[in-house]
Each structure stands twice: as C-alpha cells, then as structure tokens.
C-alpha cells in the first residue's frame, strides 16, 4: 500500500515513519521546502528516541520519501492522512484553514478514488467540511470521482510517540463507509496482529473522542491542582490523598501529581477548541472558575449570575470564587452576601527559617506557573508577578478597601491557620442568617 501524509510535525513524521517501518510505502509532504531538505538530508526538526535512525532506515530502503508537492504523488497513493497544525484563532476555537487547504487541493488534483483521513485534532463536523470542500472542487472540474473521508485521532505522548503508534492501547478510526473500513483495517493490521484494537466508530464521534481523552485528562491535573490547594489549607497530605485515590481501579494513578497546572501543545488549546464547540450548540460546558470566562465587557454578571444558580440550588454550605475587585463590585451591585479571604503577608515574607521560606517559595512559584498558563497575568517574569501579588495584598488589607465594598466580613488567615477554620466559624453563622459566598 502506498499513502501520503501531509504535515511534517510531530504527528505526521512519527505517523509517516512509523507506518513506513511496518512496510507502507509513504510519502510524506510539507510546503516548508526547507524542511523537506534538511529531512532528506537525514536532519530531524524533532527529538524523539530512535526517531533519527528510523528515518534514515527507510529513507535508504526506498518506503519513505519527502516532497513539497501533494499534486504529483496523489493519484499515486491511495490514502492521504491529512496531519497538518490546527492552531487556536483569537476566540480559542481551531483553525481549519490548513486542513480545509488540503482538502481543496485534493479536490482539484484527484483523478482517482482517494480515502482521506484526518489525523490532526479537529472539532466535531470537520469531516463533513472536508467532504464538502472537496466535492465543490469536483463540481467546479465538472469531475464524478467516488472518494472517502475518515477520521483517526493520534493519541501520541512525546517522548514516548514511537512505541505509542507501534504498540497502541487502541486505535480510533471514524469512517462512513465499508471501503473505508477495509481499507484503514488493512493499514493498520501489521501493528495489531496479536490483538486487534481498532475501534470503529462514526466520524462526528471519533472527533469528539480526542477532544474529550484530552479534556479529561486536563480535567483530571486541574482537578488535583484544587486537590492539593485545599490539601495545604486544611492540613492533609496530597501525595497521601493522590496515593489513596490512585488505588481506587475506576480512577487510576496516572495524571494525578499536583504541579503548575497543564500546558504543551495540545491541553490548552483542545480544552478551548471543545468549549467553543459546545458555545457553537448553544450548550456550556464552563465551571465557576472565572478564568473559563471570556475577559469581555460584562463578563463579571455572567459568571456571579453562574455561580449564583450553584449557590441557590441547596447543594452548597459554601460557593468559593475568585476575588477579583470586579467581581467583588457586581456581588455588591447585586447585594449578595460575602466573605472575603487573604492569606497573611507571611506569604511573602522571607524573615523566616530557611526550610519555611524555602516551602514558600515553592508554593509561590507553583501560583506563578498557574497565572502563566490561564493567561490570568500579563506579567511574566517571577520576581515582577511577585511584586504585583505583594501590592494586591497591600491593597486588600487596606481600611479604605474594606469601606468602599459590603462583606459580611473580612478575614486574614495567619500563619498554621487554615480555611477551615474560617468555614467551621462560618458554618455556625450561617445557621443564623443568609448563605455566604466566599
């Protein structure tokens, strides 16, 4: 068999390589014709261990070969991967113009039946737009070619990408027809003689399948992040809690450990790309953190009105939010009771025993990774976010601050004090009069 891929990144060099190792005939194009040079120089615009040496093995061999040109190999091949970037536009949404390129180009130079799949991470219905673009071509050469799409998500960790795409936990194929079926069965066969895990699926579901394997997975980091927060205020030990949790079989050990938060290539950007998607069919798939919340005029009502609806469904003792000043300013507009919180300066002292000051700093450079990564901060550098948060603080425990706003009250936590202790003091309260938020 004889295939093309598109896109010369991480995904589609590994694919291509990958697939050539196993006997496939590849040709692998990108319209940067300097990288297709140095790739056929032996040069390598990635790391991934044992991806050098594979390439040149089927270089040499004759099944792997590069060009800048998709025209004069299509109507040698019968399936194309289309592999190219699908980078967030301005509203976190993905940007379809490479993939939607490709499929243009297809349909202009087809003179044959041609499957092609997607490989990149593309939103739900992207195939159907696929399709569409290509037969608009067909119809403007006036052409009658049958050709197929498909969908088959890559599910690569880097670093570990070649054994991920030789030995695979499953494989997603997403087709519309029986054609396509055995033609994807027959590409993928070699790698899964001893057990054979392709799941077959429609395509809007192999689509949706990536977005929610990685939205899950940036769920679950962000999840322990709050984990580990509320761990330090209450006392417990994370790693013991992770650990604990961990040995439960329905939810593993694996994206567990409590950090900065997630970023890469893929997390962030999916993460949007499926909220936008869910915009796009009127549903919200948005929580009570306000940093999920387009930062447009307005934003503060929607997101008080969201945690509100939370507040007053009975579930809660307590909803906690962010403090923004803004935020603070609409639950006054709407005279909602509040507490506010904030931490002792002690937080950024450093007149402290050198093992205490060497845990602060720790935690402070975990709240710095965190502002970084949700684009919350427009500061960058540590030492300057550092002093930011210090006049933040400065300017919260201020007497004028606490006159201009109405909380019910206003607390500092000191040093081995914890928000539990607030909440146990609050909880009392609440028995006699209305709910808080904090």
């Known amino acids: 068999m004889k295939i093309a891929i598109v896109g010369t990144g991480y995904v589609g060099l590994v694919t291509g390589t990958c697939f050539a190792e196993i006997g496939v005939n590849v040709i692998c194009v990108d319209t940067n014709s300097e990288k297709i040079e140095s790739l056929k120089k032996g040069v390598i ?5 044992g991806l050098e040496e594979m390439v040149s093995r089927n270089v040499k061999a004759g099944r792997l070969q590069f060009t800048t040109s998709l025209e004069s190999c299509l109507n040698e091949v019968e399936v194309v991967f289309s592999a190219v970037g699908t980078p967030p536009d301005e ?36 195939a159907r737009k696929v399709r569409a673009t290509i037969q608009e071509e067909l119809d403007k050469r006036g052409m009658n070619i049958d050709f197929d799409v498909a969908s088959n ?14 030995s695979p936990d499953r494989v997603v194929v997403g087709v519309e027809s029986e054609r396509a079926k055995k033609i994807m069965s027959k590409l993928y066969k070699p790698f899964l003689l001893n057990n054979f895990r392709v799941i077959f699926m429609d395509i ?27 761990c330090e205020l209450v006392g417990a030990d994370v790693n013991m809690v992770r650990k604990g949790i961990g040995a439960d079989s329905r939810i593993g050990n694996k994206f567990l450990y409590p950090g900065c938060g997630y970023g890469g ?14 915009d796009k069919y009127g549903y919200s798939m948005r929580d009570s953190d306000s940093s999920t919340y387009e930062k447009t005029a307005g934003w503060e009502k929607e997101y008080v009105n969201g945690f509100m609806e939370e507040a007053k469904s009975g ?18 507009r709407q005279k909602i009771p509040y507490v506010i919180v904030e931490p002792d300066n002690i937080v950024w002292n450093e007149q402290e025993s050198k093992e205490r000051a060497k845990e602060r700093q720790i935690i402070k450079q975990q709240w710095f990774g965190r502002f970084v990564l949700r684009n919350n901060s427009h500061i960058k550098d540590f030492s300057k976010w550092l002093s930011h948060m210090k006049d933040i603080y400065d300017e919260r425990t201020r ?9 019910v009250s206003f607390f500092v936590l000191k040093q081995n004090q914890y928000l539990s202790d607030i909440i146990d003091d609050l909880y009392w309260k609440k028995q006699h009069c209305d709910a808080y938020i904090v």
């Open 45 to 49: 615009p990635i790391y991934e261990n």
């Open 91 to 126: 509203d976190g949404s993905a940007d379809l113009s490479y993939v939607l390129e490709v499929a243009r180009t297809i349909g202009r130079n087809m003179q044959k039946y041609v499957l092609v799949v997607t490989k990149s991470t593309v939103p739900v219905g992207t």
């Open 153 to 166: 998500p890559e599910f690569l960790k880097e670093g570990n990408a070649i054994n991920d795409f030789m």
């Open 204 to 230: 809007p579901s192999a689509e949706m399948t990536k977005y929610a394997a990685n939205s899950m997975l940036a769920t679950r980091i962000s999840f322990m992040n709050d984990i580990a927060n509320l």
């Open 265 to 278: 290539s893929c997390f962030p950007k999916d993460v949007k790309a499926l909220i936008k998607t869910a």
């Open 315 to 332: 579930k809660y003792d307590f909803v906690f939010v962010c403090q923004t000043e803004s935020v603070i300013d609409e639950m006054d």
């Open 399 to 407: 007497f004028d601050f606490i006159a201009k706003h109405n909380p």
